[in-house]
């Protein structure tokens, strides 16, 4: 459910490995949504 300013906050975790299986990134990530007449308008990542 959006906030009073619009956002939802997602928290999540991300891998990134190349196509060798080679691990590139392994981190926690929030994903910011801005939510408008009942559909996202724009998505952060932070």
């Not at 999540?12 to 949504?33: C, E, K, M, T």
């Given at each position: 459910m959006p906030g009073d300013d619009g956002r939802v906050t997602v928290h999540g975790?991300?891998?990134w490995r190349d196509r060798a299986g080679?691990?590139?990134s392994d981190r926690q990530?929030?994903?910011v949504y801005t939510i408008?007449?009942?559909?996202?308008?724009?998505?952060?990542?932070?």
């Amino acid at each position: 459910m959006p906030g009073d300013d619009g956002r939802v906050t997602v928290h999540g975790h991300q891998v990134w490995r190349d196509r060798a299986g080679v691990l590139l990134s392994d981190r926690q990530v929030r994903h910011v949504y801005t939510i408008r007449d009942g559909f996202v308008a724009r998505m952060d990542i932070v």
